[in-house]
């Protein structure tokens, strides 16, 4: 958090939440920033709005100096943007399946949206593209083109040379944070995240973080959550999805204000945004949670490993190198099914080379359903035939509510301590 918030972000936390609020558990955070007024986060935010306005003109003019544009045009770029003017941002590699045009889809809509006298909205963009990347270069190309509108000059920005500098100041201003990946192409997607310490709040395809961290309450959601590959159909319903959110939701909850012209419902969302999202989408509670529950647990297994010079270590590396040399033999046998009115029995011949039963685990598998977890079901070594070279039986009973062929039986490596598939990958399955 401290490498992204703003001063008046670290204040404002300070001021609800205490010092220290990062270093400890995040229990108390939500309730804390809670009882902020809406008459403080209000002062917050526009505040940050218009430093970042203040930022951007500055860079802008800074840059348009660089490239030998007219003295008239600096001017112009230092008086550009309203700090009392939604400010959405957008900002990232330029590459396709980012889809950083899907907002240009439809220019005469976007510039309507852009213009509108009453709710006027800006747009702060930035980005590269790879230098071996045509396609990423082109749509910068086409957002510049038609930036260079005189019409749309006033209302957007595209300020060049993106780098940690640029991405800090606009995470700490803007009002939304706009994320239009192609689903399920977004690796996670931390710049939506960075912008919730200081109360941005975010517009996005449900994909990577955004996926899990939707609720209506802290923000607005792009798409239906499923995939629809690179479909051009499919990207003309989105771009029509976003302005309409924009144009519906987005824009008239910022632009009604109470008698003191606080926008009581956009502060109420963007509370609940740093109260819920804020503590749980953090570098703090990772890297807490990994040492809770990966790295400690994982010391005390290699302490227990390396106890008494190694006894329980070089066990498991002989138990290892028996199975290396022995699993390629195995295989299955005859797999017989009864069914009756509520359970399936399966039987399964399993031909083990003479490893031991105890070195290995028997179990059927089914996918799961409409997402849900797979089912595994242990089956159990019930005896060994005399008259059959290391032919082993296994059964077990599954519930008939599923198809009995939804079920594959699979041989799973099995010694005390050791974590299968990670340490040790060979799993057969029947065919």
Same mark, same amino acid.
């Given at each position: ?15 609800? +939440? ?23 986060? *209000? ?10 306005? $203040? ?25 550009? /943007? ?11 590699? /330029? ?12 220019? $005469? ?41 005189? &019409? ?59 996926? $899990? ?24 319903? &989105? ?79 002989? *138990? ?38 105890? $070195? ?30 290391? +032919? ?22 099995? +010694? ?16």
């Amino acid at each position: 958090m401290p490498t992204w918030d703003s001063a008046p972000s670290d204040d404002l936390w300070t001021e609800a +939440c205490g010092q220290d609020r990062w270093m400890g558990t995040k229990e108390a955070l939500d309730q804390n920033i809670r009882r902020l007024s809406d008459d403080r986060l *209000w002062q917050f935010r526009t505040a940050a709005t218009r430093s970042l306005v $203040e930022y951007a003109r500055e860079r802008l003019s800074r840059q348009l100096t660089a490239s030998g544009a007219s003295p008239g045009e600096v001017d112009l770029a230092k008086q550009l /943007f309203d700090p009392g003017t939604l400010t959405l941002g957008f900002a990232r590699r /330029f590459a396709t399946y980012k889809r950083p045009n899907l907002l240009l889809r439809n220019p $005469e809509r976007l510039l309507r949206l852009l213009t509108n006298p009453e709710r006027p909205v800006q747009l702060i963009i930035a980005g590269k593209a790879h230098p071996a990347d045509q396609a990423g270069q082109a749509l910068i190309r086409e957002w510049i083109n038609f930036i260079r509108q005189p &019409e749309t000059r006033p209302h957007i920005v595209f300020l060049s040379d993106y780098d940690m500098l640029l991405t800090e100041h606009l995470v700490q201003g803007v009002d939304v944070w706009i994320n239009t990946p192609r689903r399920p192409w977004e690796a996670s997607g931390t710049s939506g995240m960075k912008v919730l310490v200081n109360g941005g709040i975010n517009l996005s395809e449900l994909d990577g973080w955004w996926a $899990e961290a939707y609720t209506p309450e802290v923000g607005w959601a792009l798409g239906d959550g499923q995939e629809h590959g690179d479909d051009p159909a499919w990207d003309a319903v &989105e771009a029509d999805a976003l302005y309409d959110l924009l144009e519906q939701q987005v824009i008239p909850e910022f632009y009604a204000r109470d008698e003191s012209g606080i926008p009581t419902t956009w502060v109420k969302r963007m509370r609940e945004s740093m109260a819920r999202l804020t503590p749980r989408f953090s570098a703090d509670r990772t890297v807490r949670e990994y040492t809770e529950q990966h790295y400690i647990s994982a010391a005390a297994i290699y302490r227990k490993r390396a106890a008494d010079k190694g006894a329980i270590g070089r066990q498991m590396v002989d *138990w290892q190198y028996s199975l290396e040399q022995k699993w390629a033999a195995l295989h299955f046998g005859e797999v017989r099914v009864a069914t009756d009115a509520a359970w399936h029995i399966f039987e399964v011949e399993v031909y083990l080379n003479d490893l031991d039963p105890n $070195e290995v685990q028997v179990e059927l598998y089914a996918d799961g359903v409409n997402g849900g977890a797979p089912l595994r079901e242990k089956m159990n070594h019930s005896e060994q035939l005399a008259d059959a070279a290391g +032919c082993h039986i296994y059964r077990a009973t599954v519930s008939s509510t599923r198809l009995a062929t939804d079920y594959t039986a699979r041989i799973i490596p099995h +010694c005390a301590g050791v974590a299968v598939p990670l340490e040790v990958d060979s799993i057969l399955w029947q065919r």
